[in-house]
């Protein structure tokens, strides 16, 4: 079946650092990869996606690249910021396996200081 | 544009009461997805709806149920609770069901805290 590793947290960073939270996936098909953010009691949001091979998601600074000989995800920032602390997960879509739901990691906290 | 809103934000039950969570999506949206986030399983699909139908189900026993009603409002219902139900859980809305696009955003809403004593 479907599934999405990702390194286990807690990370903590000092402010302007370099971030990389790694994500690998198994999949039967061809899925699209997401990044989700959860901010201290707040639902998940979109932070960035990408839908086929070598597609680079971007947004606020963050950036990940769907390697497909790799089967990775991994999620880059350049420098992190303290707003930047939250809980960030690696998910997959893989609609060409049937009818199967978001495939979630288990989440990666980061927290930065100041 | 509102957002998801589910209701209530916090809820506090006792062992073998039962339970009904509310999810409202953002408007024009169909699906609504329902996902129990805890700490040691983290995030796992519980179903969607769509349409009023529900359209898959996760790995959850009968006593996670759900529906959908005309204006793709939803509520799940959990029954006879037990100490491990508790958890933060969340809804997600989108236009279309998850079978129809892979690259379909979910949105999701703030979550329900459920404590069960």
């Known amino acids: 079946g479907n599934s999405v590793t990702q390194m286990e947290g807690p990370v903590t960073l000092s402010e302007e650092a370099f971030l990389t939270i790694n994500c690998t996936y198994t999949?039967?098909?061809?899925?699209?990869l997401f990044w989700y953010v959860q901010y201290p009691g707040e639902g998940l949001q979109l932070l960035l996606k990408a839908t086929k091979a070598d597609d680079k998601g971007s947004n606020k600074g963050f950036e990940a690249t769907y390697r497909k000989e790799t089967t990775s995800f991994h999620l880059e920032k350049g420098s992190v910021q303290v707003s930047d602390s939250a809980v960030y997960f690696c998910a997959l879509s893989d609609r060409n396996s049937g009818n199967t739901p978001l495939v979630f990691g288990k989440g990666t906290r980061l927290s930065v200081i100041a | 544009k509102a957002g998801v809103t589910q209701t209530p934000r916090y809820l506090i039950k006792t062992r073998g009461q039962q339970v009904t969570l509310s999810c409202s999506p953002i408007?024009?949206?169909?699906?609504v997805s329902w996902y129990q986030q805890t700490p040691g399983q983290g995030l796992q699909f519980l179903f969607e709806?769509?349409?009023?139908?529900?359209?898959n189900k996760g790995n959850f026993p009968g006593r996670f149920s759900g529906r959908q009603f005309s204006n793709s409002r939803s509520e799940m219902n959990v029954s006879t609770l037990e100490l491990g139900d508790s958890a933060l859980y969340l809804c997600?809305?989108?236009?279309?069901?998850?079978?129809?696009?892979?690259?379909?955003?979910?949105?999701f809403g703030p979550g329900t805290r459920l404590t069960v004593l």
């Open positions: 709806y769509f349409s009023e139908t529900q359209r």
């Open positions: 999949a039967t098909g061809y899925p699209s």
């Open positions: 408007s024009g949206h169909r699906s």
């Open positions: 997600a809305s989108s236009r279309l069901a998850q079978a129809e696009s892979s690259y379909n955003e979910q949105f």
